[in-house]
């Protein structure tokens, strides 16, 4: 029979190692504990397949090879792989982007590059580090015609099928169509809002834009001001309801790194809506790695009383934490974000998409056909979902 604590153990001390190992550079504090931790018996096979899954397995290898003799050979071995293998892959993407980001700016138009690749080479100091499948575009939706057709003559093709929302006749820019354009194994994902809210998309404003020399001879990509792509990630983490580390190493090591204003940040956080992801994710990040944010840092951010007992309601700390949330529906930090703006207008234009998605968008996300007569209860779904989870979480708390 299974020993059950001893189970519960072993993935404990599979966590508490992967958070030690979640940032390069291994503290000297922390080092016995990992070495301890190593002492016990890792079951490496599940360890590596976790630490993938949560996006620090590259962290993870930068780390313990440090002290190679507190680990099998083999399994060291095989973490140096993932991690020569995720470099490789790194300096290809940029240098396969980087011609296409030329030729959209070239023809002035804006292909703003966020979060997996901008990360890996801005926030982390080896770019084998920081994994990510995709590479993600912020495209003015202005643009997004001359942008396709750029896409299309550089031999991508949208993706029209295995992932929910492909394939549908809503191809106008918004948030029911964020398409993947693939060339190979290189695939693109574009936005049409910078904040990824369920709101109507304006223009990027154009002080919130810079430039970033990619590596590998790719040239250089547009990105967003510090202030922006911080808040940015903050909230995709929390749309995603921190389902894995690696968004908040990111977190923590752009809070830790220096280089955000954060007057800029909290002007920013306070015009879109978006205090309380950013005061969420700091949070988290300072529980999980204490001293990574000064106190004057999150009280900027911290929300009213109502708002963060909300907070601790949806993403409770500890289980937020531990990356063991039941997900919530992606459009709960929208909501969250019109409550923050207090705009009656904005309102009434957002909330009648949000609750009541196109038909043929919903019919993708769902694998139903159009006609359906089931997707009536998939809207029914939609707008009950959030109370049966509170109510079941809220039972939880007692």
Known sequence: MTDLPSREASVAAASRLLVLCARPGLAAADAPEVRGLLGRGMAWPRLMERAEEEGVLPLLYWNLKEMPEDLPADALARLKGRYLANLARTLRVAKEVGPLLGAVRAAGRTAVLTKGLRMAQ??????????????????????????????????????????????????????????????????????????????????????????????????????????????????HAQQHSYRRLIWLTDIALMAAGGGIPWDEAARVAAAYGLRAPVFLGLALAERLWPGTVAPNVLARFRPGPATRAALGLLWPGTAAAERTLTPWPYYMPSLFSLWERRSAVLAARSLPSILFPPRAWLAGASGLPKGSARLTRQYGRRLLRPFGLAVRRLRGAR
């Open 122 to 235: 801005t926030v982390y100091p080896d770019l084998g580090l920081r994994p990510f499948w995709d590479v993600d575009l912020v495209v003015q939706a202005a643009d997004w015609p001359d942008v396709r057709g750029m896409l299309e003559a550089a031999g991508f093709v949208e993706a029209t099928e295995g992932e929910p929302g492909r394939g549908l006749p809503i191809s106008a820019p918004g948030w029911t169509y964020s398409p993947y354009f693939l060339r190979g194994d290189l695939a693109l994902e574009i936005h049409f809002n910078v904040f990824g809210l369920h709101f109507p998309a304006g223009p990027l404003p154009p002080d919130v834009l810079g430039r970033m020399p990619l590596p590998a001879g790719g040239g250089e990509a547009t990105v967003l001001s510090p202030a922006f792509e911080f808040c940015y990630l903050c909230l």
